[in-house]
Every structure is written in structure tokens, then in C-alpha cells.
């Protein structure tokens, strides 16, 4: 996979992060006022520096095999009002201002709305709007 990473030139604080054997970080994103979890993505150099410059949150899409601009369909950009590393440089964490409230494609606030209850994964928060009405129905579907 490494290979099929775009080769881009980076800021030289870039080099600082320890990118794993695909060329990738996990990028953590966290708002920013409350410190939710809002999810986790992953960059490249190139995705990682667009962030920066552009000062909103842009990730690698593994599944696409390109740059991903988080809300580029669903509207739900991410405002980028900090960005660290943790102390081995190998992950990313993003602050952010979640516009619309909506980070995750299932509709909900956070990616991380289940959690571990007696041995059962339990959904613990609703759903704010129908992915159906952020995305639109694939096509071929009633």
C-alpha cells in the first residue's frame, strides 16, 4: 500500500511523525470545547500537512485510496483549532469544531456510540439525522 501514497513534498516538521509501515497515522479527533471523541482516521504526510495549511481536517481514505475531506458529502467539516502527537510521535490528535454536530457517517455525534455493557455492545447514542438524508439513497434503492 505504501507505494500507492501520493509522494509529496512536506513541511519539515512533518518528518517528525512516526508514519507506520503503509505510510500512515491514526488521527484522533477531539472536540475541541469538551474533549468528546469524535473519531479516529488516518493520514499521510500529504494529508497531514493539507490539515495543517488548510486548517481543516483532511484524511487518507484507505478503502478510496485518496485524499478524504471530512464533510466533503456530508457537509460536516471539521475546524481544526489544534493539532498535537502523542509522546512516541505515532498518533495524531485533531481538536476540532464539529460544524452541523455530526461526525460520524451513521449520523450520530461520535463514531464511538456503543459501548461494553455486561459482555453485550450497547448503543448509547441516538442517531441526530438519517445517513439517508446526509448521503441520499445509493442509487437503485426506494
Known amino acids: 500500500m505504501k507505494e500507492s501514497l501520493p509522494n509529496v513534498e512536506s513541511p519539515d516538521w512533518v518528518s517528525a511523525v512516526k508514519f507506520n509501515?503503509?505510510?500512515?497515522?491514526?488521527?484522533?479527533?477531539?472536540d475541541a470545547e469538551n474533549g468528546e471523541i469524535l473519531m479516529m482516521a488516518w493520514m499521510n504526510p500529504e494529508s497531514l500537512?493539507?490539515?495543517?495549511?488548510?486548517?481543516?481536517?483532511?484524511?487518507?481514505?484507505?478503502?478510496?485510496?485518496?485524499?478524504w475531506r471530512k464533510g466533503e458529502s456530508s457537509g460536516h467539516q471539521q475546524?481544526?483549532?489544534e493539532i498535537r502527537f502523542d509522546c512516541d510521535a505515532d498518533v495524531?490528535?485533531?481538536k476540532v469544531e464539529q460544524r452541523g454536530g455530526i461526525?460520524?457517517?451513521t449520523g450520530?455525534?461520535?463514531?464511538?456510540?456503543?459501548?461494553l455493557v455486561d459482555g453485550?455492545?450497547?448503543?448509547t447514542d441516538p442517531v441526530i439525522k438519517d445517513p439517508d438524508a446526509i448521503y441520499g439513497k445509493p442509487q437503485g434503492e426506494s
Do not use: N
Not at 503503509?22 to 479527533?29: E, Q, S, T
Open 92 to 94: 495524531i490528535l485533531l
Open 21 to 30: 509501515d503503509d505510510g500512515l497515522v491514526p488521527a484522533i479527533a477531539q
Open 108 to 115: 450520530r455525534r461520535s463514531c464511538f456510540y456503543r459501548k
Open 79 to 81: 475546524q481544526v483549532v
Open 120 to 123: 453485550e455492545w450497547v448503543t
Open 49 to 67: 500537512a493539507l490539515t495543517a495549511k488548510e486548517g481543516i481536517a483532511i484524511y487518507w481514505s484507505r478503502s478510496r485510496g485518496k485524499l
Open 103 to 105: 461526525a460520524c457517517h
